[in-house]
Nanobody, 121 residues
Framework: QVQLVESGGGLVQTGGSLRLSCAAS????????MGWYRQGAGNQRDVVAT???????NYADAVKGRFTISRDIPKNTVYLQMNSLKPEDTAVYYC???????????????WGQGTQVTVSS
């Protein structure tokens, strides 16, 4: 079992910045990808950004050029720097981590509890 603890959400005005952090508990077999998803009111949970063990990143089109995901592998921590925030970025942001199973190939996905980001217009 992997515990994910998020921090850094809050209220910010349009054009402002926030930095989210997510620390994962230590795992026996390690973590592959980590990332961030978000869920706005009445919407499904959508991917925002992901980063794998090789620091290869992927971003949703809506956040490209504004958000940056990074990772500190020894600390099992992932960050999301969010700049030029817009009201449509308002959502609960969830951290995720894909932890390896004992075979070193398959993974199990874990989720954080979510942190609210609200962007006022």
């Amino acid at each position: 079992q992997v515990q994910l603890v998020e921090s850094g959400g809050g209220l910010v005005q349009t054009g402002g910045s926030l930095r989210l952090s997510c620390a994962a508990s230590r795992t026996f077999f390690g973590i592959n990808a980590m990332g961030w998803y978000r869920q706005g009111a009445g919407n499904q949970r959508d991917v925002v950004a992901t980063i794998n063990l090789y620091n290869s990143t992927n971003y949703a089109d809506a956040v490209k050029g504004r958000f940056t995901i990074s990772r500190d592998i020894p600390k099992n921590t992932v960050y999301l720097q969010m700049n030029s925030l817009k009201p449509e970025d308002t959502a609960v942001y969830y951290c995720m981590a894909d932890a390896f199973r004992s075979d070193g190939a398959l993974t199990d996905r874990y989720w954080g509890q979510g942190t609210q980001v609200t962007v006022s217009s």
